[in-house]
């Protein structure tokens, strides 16, 4: 988190949005992105946040979902 958070291209942050993807789509893993990347896509278009003053951000803390793990 720490690198991620360091390595931002942009100064100032005004919104992170966090998932651990388990509890969308029936635990998708990191295929859960998508649903933090829409939030933030609302959250600029109704909300009014600039897109460089967001911070999409994934915590991986494994998966329950067999179909992933298999693969």
Do not use: E
């Amino acid at each position: 988190m720490a690198a991620m958070v360091y390595n931002w291209p942009h100064s100032k942050v005004d919104l992170i949005v966090l998932t651990d993807g388990s509890n969308c789509w029936k635990d998708q893993g990191i295929g859960g992105m998508a649903v933090v990347q829409s939030k933030l896509d609302i959250y600029i278009a109704a909300g009014g946040f600039r897109p460089r003053n967001v911070l999409p951000a994934f915590l991986d803390v494994g998966t329950n979902n067999q179909q992933l793990l298999d693969s």
